[in-house]
């Protein structure tokens, strides 16, 4: 069973939008954080966006104004809308949770989803 199920992405031309989610299973347990990283054709992993259970948000410096990280804790799902979006945003996006252990946190990965960003 996936821990992390994430739907959405696509092909979309520059300047549209796209909405990714990420329904994680409730056997993962405590959530601390859930976020999304992207992984560029020829480059590095990079953050999005994270969400803390608190509803506090960080982005990436490329993303920000353009996309938004929300979260429903009843559903266990996180959400990135991405507005605008660029070909450079082109990318894999990954969803990731990072769950309450000790003596350490435990870091789970989504399958990952294609967003193409071309005309």
């Known amino acids: 069973q996936e821990q992390l199920v994430e739907s959405g992405g696509g092909l979309v031309q520059p300047g549209g939008s796209l909405r990714l989610s990420c329904a994680a299973s409730?056997?993962?347990?405590?959530?601390?954080?859930m976020g999304w990283y992207r992984h560029p054709p020829g480059d590095q992993r990079e953050l999005v966006a994270t969400?803390?259970?608190?509803?506090?948000?960080n982005y990436g410096h490329d993303v920000k104004g353009r996309f938004t990280i929300s979260r429903d804790n009843a559903k266990n799902t996180v959400y990135l809308q991405m507005n605008n979006l660029k070909p450079e945003d082109t990318a894999v996006y990954y969803c990731n949770a990072e769950v309450l252990w000790f003596p350490k946190n435990l870091e789970v990965w989504g399958q990952g989803k294609l967003v193409t960003v071309s005309s």
């Open positions: 969400i803390w259970s608190d509803g506090s948000t």
């Open positions: 409730r056997s993962i347990g405590s959530i601390n954080a």
